[in-house]
């Protein structure tokens, strides 16, 4: 079966122009299988789909509802939860990457690094207190991300050989033109975030690959410290206009799951 995972919805974060339902015409006309959503410490686009979901027009189609957490030491995270899962706190940006997983992991989910080797302000190699052990305890690695530049991807996949863990491949688009860029194909049925986790866990074969956008300003401003310190300032800044007290949030994080878990 064929995914993108890693899509950005208009619904859900504020710098995308595709809708959910844009993301699953132009996916069937290019032949994918699903995609999965995975907007900014955002489950809106995810709820958007939930309004749809039972409409027999999408019954062979399959969307995977996950998150991209911005952490406090490790740039941008990807995070999968079990189905109908919605944890509050990740809509709350900046927990540490170590609290991070054993949250993700007591609620049974899984979770993995989003362009490691990426823009410095988001992407975990470019802070200096990333703890590399940490990538031990992961679950997959973002091997190929479309917006990144060849040697970001190339760094990546050697990332994920060295600690030989599961290979993801993400469009991360945020515009049409980057929508079917990326591919990972799974060898299994995957119908759900049940189906996905279960399938990374299992290490059932996954290949991840695509083709780069190539360079563009935007990109290159992102590398400018001027980019990387403005990114620092806008993802702390809207954390604490959003939750000024996200430390106590952080501090107060409950052990057990706010909604029903199934499987």
Known sequence: MKF?????TKEGSLDSKV??????NKFRMLGFDGFMIADHNSYKGCRTWDKIKNDPHYADFTIIRGIEYDTKDAGH??????DDLYLPVLKVRGMRLKKLIRLV?????????AHPFGATGS??????NMNIDLVRRLDFIETFNTCEF???NRLAAELAEKYN???FAGSDSHVPEYIGMACTEIDADITCNNDLIKAVRHRLPITAGGQERGVTKKAKRKEHWIGVLGFKIYNRGLGKLKCPYRKYHHRKLPMRS???FHG
């Open 4 to 8: 993108d995972l890693h899509c950005h």
């Open 123 to 128: 992407s975990a190699m470019g802070f200096r």
């Open 105 to 113: 992991h007591t609620f049974g989910g899984i979770l993995g690094l």
């Open 258 to 260: 706010p909604l029903k």
């Open 19 to 24: 809708s959910v339902t844009e993301y699953i």
């Open 150 to 152: 060849p040697d970001s």
């Open 165 to 167: 863990m599961v290979t």
């Open 77 to 82: 995270v990807l995070i999968i939860m079990p």
